[in-house]
């Protein structure tokens, strides 16, 4: 058995294709994905009895609607349904009842293209690669060492302010994971171990008969630890000429995404490059090779702020640094930009709340 140390990381994306695009910024009220896990997580809840209006419930889509291919969500919409089914249901498992719900036919041309890599250490590559196509509510790591692969799993800012919510998608995320594997490794797929970052909870959690391995609570990660030997296996629905072609389909809906997030995720992407030393908008005008006018008036047609992008970036990372670091809060603030510890506090209340302690004080962890 592991330990729950993540193995080291992998070559894996040395399998991808030759020219990966470069993977959009997307902020959390953003409306272009599609809604494969609001779907999944909407008939779990309506198959127990709850009322489709309070699984909706401040969410910018109707149940008409949750089935059209034209319909889009953000991420924040994904997150508030997971707020309704937290506070409609009481049953144990459903975080990761939803996950497992939702199989390789959901993703479209994602799915398809996941079915068509010629070798699983190429599906997993992929599925890093191209993740921004699935709504992602967590970003999600692959390694591999020594005889066993991890993905380490780390969910959205938004849920890292609250303790529950953060359970739920880390759990939901995890049904996904097994379930995916499974379509495509076969149905004995398991892991060998379930690593989370959270002491164990009595309102739900996962259910380690169903999954057929060890949980592990308190860890430093949220991860799953699997053995090597499945990636060695054949891709029995593999295919090295549909593969490319496939993939090309998927640049063109990276490009897709990209143009609904428009201007708002080109600075993102700029900012997040050096957030301690941000540029200005006048610079980052000149990257963009448009005028600081244009520039402005782009940002107020997504109803969006410099100022706003700077402080979700900000944002993002300092929960990321307070839930998974021992960093001190001067280090943080630092590495933000912030000229001391202080002015950081002042912000991070205002941005959630919450002072940065009571975020450590939320999770119990074994660094």
Known sequence: MPDSKPPGRSSASNFISNNPKEKPVVGPNERVHEPTKL?????????????PDEILKNVSLSADDMHSPRSR???????????????LSRDPHLPYRIGTSIHISAYGMY????????DFRKTVAFAKMYHALAAPLATIEFTEKDGFASWVIEPHARAATDPQLYRFVTEMQIGIHISLMRDVMGPTFAPDQISLTYPQAHDFGLPADRIGCRLDFSAGTNQMIFKSEWLDQAANLG???TYP?????????????????GVAGEIRA???RDIANPPTLTALAKLLE??????RRQLQEQGISFRGLLDELRMQIALKYLRTTRLANEDIALALGFSD?????????????????EIRGEHVKSL
């Open 111 to 118: 799915g398809f293209a996941i079915l068509c890599c010629p």
């Open 239 to 241: 295919n090295r000429t």
């Open 290 to 295: 448009i005028s600081d006018r244009s520039l």
């Open 341 to 357: 510890a202080a002015n950081f506090r002042r912000a991070f209340r205002r941005w959630t709340d919450k002072s940065p302690s």
């Open 270 to 272: 700029h900012l997040i």
């Open 39 to 51: 779907a999944a997580l909407f008939e779990n809840l309506v198959e127990q009895g709850c009322p």
């Open 245 to 261: 072609a496939v993939v090309a389909l998927c640049d063109a809906l990276l490009d897709d995404l990209n143009s609904r997030v």
């Open 73 to 87: 969500i953000s991420l924040g919409d994904l997150m508030t349904a997971c707020e309704n089914a937290i506070r």
